[in-house]
């Protein structure tokens, strides 16, 4: 089963910008979807973007449109979310997993702490 490992958090001011980072330890070709999640205190866990094999049906929740850009590396088995114009209400734990999530496992995250 592909496992993910998520980097890239930190503490950063508002306005500032953070690229997160998921490499998975199997080819992420073969998936369709790759999604970047997060989830702050006392909230669930939420898909806020989304990218397919080849950008044809990439989402992003209306919270961070605009501001965040998810990609791909299919040679590095990667997936990115750059992150620019942060606000406190970004704090959170971020996770990527494949789109939708069936009995997947789920990496520790990255703690995004947005604060002046």
């Known amino acids: 089963q592909v496992q993910f490992v998520e980097s890239g958090g930190g503490l950063v001011q508002p306005g500032g910008s953070l690229k997160l980072s998921c490499t998975a330890s199997e080819n992420i070709f073969s998936i369709y979807a790759m999604g970047w999640y997060r989830q702050s205190p006392g909230n669930q866990r939420k898909l806020i973007a989304r990218i397919t094999r080849y950008n044809s049906a990439n989402y992003y929740d209306d919270s961070i449109k605009d501001r965040f850009t998810i990609s791909r590396n299919h040679a590095e088995n990667t997936v990115n979310l750059q992150m620019n114009n942060l606000k406190p209400e970004d704090t959170a734990v971020y996770y990527c997993?494949?789109?939708?999530?069936?009995?997947?496992?789920w990496g520790q995250g990255t703690q995004v702490t947005v604060s002046a």
């Open positions: 997993n494949k789109d939708p999530v069936v009995n997947d496992i």
